[in-house]
Nanobody
């Protein structure tokens, strides 16, 4: 039993920043990786950023390198996605996910949050 609760989504102008949070509770001992994915209507789901829970190693999609940062607070069982220099093309529904394999590929993630909308306007 694992629950992922997301917060921090909203609307922002181009060039602005948002920080998404994902709080995990329940049966978490086997989680080795946390990830943020995003999806827009008519587009495939994209792995945005991943973090290996054991040593804080990170992995990013090319489209967000240098702008987004994933981090974790083990004491709070919470993962964050800091998004800076936001662009209209970042508009999507963002999902938090947990799994046992460190990857940007969705098939390795078995627990998902409900999704939170991020809208970037110009």
């Amino acid at each position: 039993q694992l629950q992922l609760v997301e917060s921090g989504g909203g609307s922002v102008q181009a060039g602005g920043s948002l920080r998404l949070s994902c709080a995990a509770s329940g049966y978490t001992y086997d989680i080795r990786s946390m990830n943020w994915f995003r999806q827009s209507p008519g587009k495939e789901r994209e792995g945005v950023a991943a973090i290996y829970t054991g040593n804080d190693s990170t992995l990013y999609a090319d489209s967000v390198k240098g702008r987004f940062t994933i981090s974790q607070d083990r004491a709070k069982n919470t993962v964050y996605l800091q998004m800076n220099s936001l662009k209209p093309e970042d508009t999507a529904t963002y999902y938090c996910a947990a799994g046992s394999l460190y990857s940007l590929t969705a098939r390795y993630y078995h627990y998902w949050g409900q999704g939170t909308q991020v809208t970037v306007s110009s």
